[in-house]
């Protein structure tokens, strides 16, 4: 299974370029460079938010970003997954079983419970049943409403 590696501040124009594929594969709302810009920085710096990488500088195969987060209801912490992207071309590959293994175990090393979900049109039977073998049982299903969904994943 390929390493996952942290973020690095040599990473950002690659992950600035993967958060707008990101975008035109799977989103339903407007992009913003902004805020992909600002959140590709808190991944980096580890501020509240965790960014693992496959591949090297200038060859990213996939990503995932962890946040640190909160329930309205505790003051208990836990990790919360916003995306786990695996570029087109390396789809066929272990990648998306690396990403969740090193959320996993991001979860475990840091004691707190990790959500981490499937939004998405396509592929979606199977991508619940990667999550299912490495993670167990679901819990929940997410519903949209009031948006197109613009998922073009094959």
Do not use: C
Not at 13 to 27: F, S
Not at 34 to 62: C, F, H, K, S, T
Not at 92 to 119: C, H, W, Y
Not at 143 to 150: D, G
């Amino acid at each position: 299974m390929k390493k996952v590696r942290l973020a690095t501040p040599e990473d950002i124009d690659e992950i600035l370029e993967l958060g707008r594929l990101i975008h035109a594969e799977n989103a339903f709302m407007p992009l913003s460079e902004e805020r992909i810009r600002d959140y590709a920085w808190r991944g980096i710096n580890q501020n509240r938010a965790i960014m693992g990488l496959i591949g090297p500088v200038g060859a990213i195969e996939a990503a995932i970003y962890l946040t640190v987060g909160q329930f309205w209801y505790t003051e208990e912490l836990h990790l919360e997954e916003l995306f786990a992207f695996v570029r087109p071309e390396f789809r066929k590959s272990d990648n998306a079983k690396a990403l969740v293994e090193f959320a996993k175990t991001s979860a475990q090393r840091l004691d707190v419970p990790l959500l981490i979900g499937v939004i998405a049109t396509s592929r979606t039977a199977a991508k619940i049943r990667l999550y299912e073998r490495r993670l167990g049982k679901q819990s929940g299903a997410y519903f949209l409403l009031n948006a197109e969904h613009k998922d073009h994943a094959a």
